[in-house]
């Protein structure tokens, strides 16, 4: 089945500059890559994704890479906010409609 | 907009007892997918339902099953609790081949079982 890496485990950044996790994934079959944001206790929001048939793709201070070849994406988060502290997940499925399956998880923390 | 409901937000049970998870999905949702959720994990896959039928299964304990009924709502149940059990329980929903893409997640139902 697929297996999701993400790294690093625990990201701090200064407030205003990039944050730049990146994930890898085992199953060549998976085209549908979607990050999610969460914070404590609270529901995974989706916050950007990519299909394999697009190398990258950006929403205002948000974006995500894709290589398909190597098997790895990226997300990266520009001008960087505290309301951008959470715990972040890439995931990948075979389709939109497939489960997903999730890395492990990045907190991101802000620092003032 | 109505958003996927998830009931209840929190529950506490003992060990040995059952527990029943309920989920309701935006309309025109048919496919319903459960997660789990432990203290600093990432959620696992347990079940998936599409048009009232099974549709995958993953990580899911024999002492757990659900189902999709004709509203398309989903249960989770769960029998025979154990102590890490205690999780919280995700419900998404989304529409087969429709747009936008991805999920919609409820808002969890946080197990404690002690």
């Known amino acids: 089945g697929e297996n999701v890496e993400q790294h690093p485990s625990t990201l701090s950044v200064q407030e205003g500059d990039s944050a730049v996790i990146k994930c890898t994934y085992s199953?060549?079959?998976?085209?549908?890559f979607p990050w999610y944001k969460q914070e404590l206790g609270k529901r995974p929001q989706l916050i950007i994704d990519?299909?394999?048939?697009?190398g990258e793709k950006k929403d205002q201070r948000i974006a995500v890479t894709l290589n398909k070849t190597a098997k790895h994406f990226s997300l990266h988060i520009t001008e960087t906010q505290p309301e951008d502290s959470a715990v972040y997940f890439c995931?990948?499925?075979?389709?939109?409609?497939?489960?997903?399956?999730f890395g492990k998880g990045t907190r991101l923390h802000i620092l003032p | 907009a109505a958003g996927v409901i998830q009931s209840p937000r929190h529950l506490i049970k003992e060990k040995r007892e059952t527990a029943t998870l309920k989920c309701y999905p935006i309309?025109?949702?048919?496919?319903v997918y459960w997660y789990q959720q432990g203290p600093g994990q990432d959620p696992q896959f347990l079940i998936s339902?599409?048009?009232?039928?099974?549709?995958d299964k993953g990580s899911i304990p024999d002492r757990f099953s659900a189902q999709q009924f004709s509203d398309y709502h989903s249960e989770l149940n769960m029998s025979s609790l154990e102590l890490g059990d205690s999780a919280l329980y995700f419900c998404?929903?989304?529409?087969?081949?429709?747009?936008?893409?991805?999920?919609?997640f409820g808002s969890g139902t946080r197990l404690t079982v002690v």
């Open positions: 199953d060549s079959a998976s085209n549908y």
């Open positions: 990519i299909r394999s048939n697009v």
């Open positions: 309309p025109r949702h048919d496919t």
């Open positions: 998404a929903t989304n529409a087969q081949g429709a747009l936008p893409y991805g999920y919609t």
């Open positions: 339902f599409y048009e009232k039928m099974q549709s």
């Open positions: 995931a990948a499925s075979r389709n939109r409609d497939d489960k997903i399956i």
